[in-house]
DNA sequence: CGTTTTTGACCCGCGC
DNA sequence: GCGCGGGTCAAAAACG
């Protein structure tokens, strides 16, 4: 037990020094390419005949640490990274962690986004057991359930929109109980992370609909990606609306900056009730950034992104995992240099075992 | 032949 | 209590 402490420790601390790195590196690339989006659309534009490629991301974040520490409580790795996260009190006062599993459990994650494919490919398995026309969609609704190990309580539900025949509408609830292959972590750390902010907030103030859609669009003025948090349905949920990017073709870190700022721009509304103090004076710090953004101040991006990664970093896991995100994310832009031609090409970048 | 998909039946919660 | 709609089951079919 010990040794493994250790070894989770050191772990903890590399992941947070690589997060710090990249932190640094993702201000000062924003800073850089921050005006150059409108351009890069115009060239897109040129190359693609005046069609703009819509640009997916896959979000990232918590993983393993997380679901072990939310699916299966007696995981020795989940309580001593729990124990040592000492300094930061991630407990949210007066907050039931049954209620809180229950509600993961049943938190629900949505992801909007325009594929050809007929189900986007996120790392896992799935098994299909039962298909429906809901009403008010013609497209049928498509079930799945995780068949990566036996007994894993995940299940997604996979629609195309209505209006829009483009876009693919994912839907997933429940938390993995296996670990998962790197290709999986990202969308598996994306619906965990997003559930668990959800459910920190909507648990603690039950009081309808909070959308951090201002916050997501006035951020990166470069994308309008949306995060609406609904906590007036019968379990909470989050949609990811990955469908409006209209930048296309971005250098990487662009693709990390805008998942850092769907995270980041649903800290302060959901996190912010929940967490400590310092959570909510990073929410502050953000709030006021963004106040100073919208009215032109072009270094606020980079305070803006401070902010929220400080906001970020006051969950320890999150912080470790996003760093390990990232860093993968990048590595895996690297050795696949030829990504982002069109909406496929990022996705599958990740994976491809459907 | 084992695994996955299809599809009608069934179950259950919700609103009236 | 009843009907409706969403979600799941499970037998049969399809697939590799």
Redesign the pocket.
């Known amino acids: 037990m010990n040794a493994e402490n250790e070894r989770l420790k050191e772990m903890l601390i590399q992941a947070t020094e690589n997060y710090n790195t990249i932190k640094i590196h993702l201000c000062s690339l924003m800073m850089k390419n921050g005006g150059k989006a409108k351009e890069e659309d115009e060239e897109n534009k040129k190359r693609n005949g005046g069609i703009i490629v819509p640009r997916q991301f896959i979000d990232l974040g918590l993983a393993v640490a997380a679901d072990a520490d939310e699916s299966s409580p007696s995981s020795p790795e989940g309580k001593s990274q729990r124990e040592d996260s000492s300094g930061v009190d991630n407990k949210v006062p007066g907050f039931n962690v049954d209620q809180s599993e229950a509600a993961m459990r049943k938190a629900?994650v949505s992801v909007r986004a325009r594929s050809e494919a007929p189900m986007i490919t996120d790392g896992c398995?799935?098994?299909?057991?039962?298909?429906?026309?809901?009403?008010?969609?013609p497209c049928?609704?498509?079930?799945?359930?995780c068949?990566m190990a036996t007994g894993c309580p995940v299940?997604k539900?996979v629609q195309r929109c209505a209006e829009d025949r483009t876009i693919l509408i994912t839907?997933y609830?429940g938390n993995h109980n296996h670990p998962l292959p790197p290709s999986a972590m990202s969308m598996a750390s994306t619906t965990s992370s997003a559930a668990r902010m959800l459910v920190s907030g909507s648990t603690s103030s039950p009081d309808g609909l909070m959308n951090s859609n201002l916050l997501t669009t006035t951020l990166l003025p470069c994308s309008s990606t949306m995060a609406t948090i609904s906590a007036s349905t019968?379990f909470p949920s989050v949609t990811l609306d990955l469908t409006q990017s209209s930048f296309s073709s971005p250098p990487p870190p662009y693709n990390v900056a805008n998942s850092v700022a769907v995270t980041a721009a649903l800290v302060p509304q959901v996190f912010g009730r929940a967490l400590d103090n310092q959570s909510k004076f990073s929410g502050i710090q953000m709030s006021k950034a963004l106040d100073r953004l919208q009215q032109g101040e072009q270094n606020s991006i980079a305070d803006t992104v401070n902010a929220a990664t400080a906001a970020i970093a006051t969950d320890p896991s999150f912080a470790a995992a996003l760093a390990a995100a990232i860093t993968s994310i990048i590595e895996s832009s690297q050795s696949h240099p030829n990504n982002g031609h069109n909406s496929n090409a990022y996705v599958t970048n990740s994976s491809n075992a459907?």
């Open positions: 629900r398995q799935w098994r299909k057991y039962g298909q429906k026309i809901a009403k008010g969609n049928p609704r498509a079930y799945y359930r068949t299940r539900q839907t609830e019968q459907m």
